[in-house]
């Protein structure tokens, strides 16, 4: 299926994998996907980003963060904590025993002491359904390539960490196919 990948889109691949590696992760999560899509400019996607108001490194970096919380809550969403929090359960109170114990980030499941690893890199279930999901979605809008647009809509349109950070930064699913496919407003070329 890479075959069929874009120049921008093998790039956005490649810079997930060296985002989990500096991370310390042992597999590429949808969550790196989606830094690496921050990192890109130039491409369908960050046009994107950019008309949906990820104008700034600023908005970029709020995004950022947003994982970064998800992640210290052990890669569980807003919504995940919420819910646990109508049955009286405050997540960002066993975040902090947790780390008060175990240090800082201690349930964001990276190591402390990166291990030297050479070789491909695992692909996590969520990460695999983002890029399955992206050719999906190609092929339904008649695309003959996989671009970082499509891995940009994926991430928007399936459940998670990275499309609820997404939404609440104003990219959904239906305005960014709005602004890729048209309806009435410019399109992404």
Request: proline share 1%; glycine share 10%.
């Amino acid at each position: 299926m890479f075959e069929r990948f874009t120049k921008d889109a093998r790039a956005v691949v490649q810079s997930a994998v060296e985002h989990c590696e500096r991370s310390g992760s042992g597999s590429v999560e949808a969550e790196h996907l989606l830094l690496a899509l921050l990192d890109r400019e130039g491409s369908r996607a960050s046009f994107t980003l950019t008309a949906l108001g990820l104008t700034t490194e600023e908005h970029k970096e709020s995004l950022r963060q947003a994982l970064a919380d998800a992640r210290r809550r052990a890669g569980l969403s807003q919504a995940d904590a919420d819910a646990l929090a109508g049955l009286g359960i405050d997540v960002s109170e066993i975040v902090a025993r947790v780390e008060e114990v175990h240090g800082v980030g201690a349930m964001s499941g990276e190591r402390k002491f990166k291990e030297s690893w050479s070789g491909r890199r695992v692909f996590s279930r969520g990460a695999k359904n983002v890029v399955e999901k992206s050719l999906r979605i190609a092929v339904a809008h008649h695309d003959r390539h996989i671009g970082d647009e499509h891995l940009l809509l994926a991430l928007t349109i399936l459940p998670g960490v990275p499309g609820e950070v997404l939404a609440n930064h104003g990219v959904t699913h239906e305005a960014a196919t709005r602004v890729l496919y048209g309806g009435g407003e410019a399109k992404a070329g």
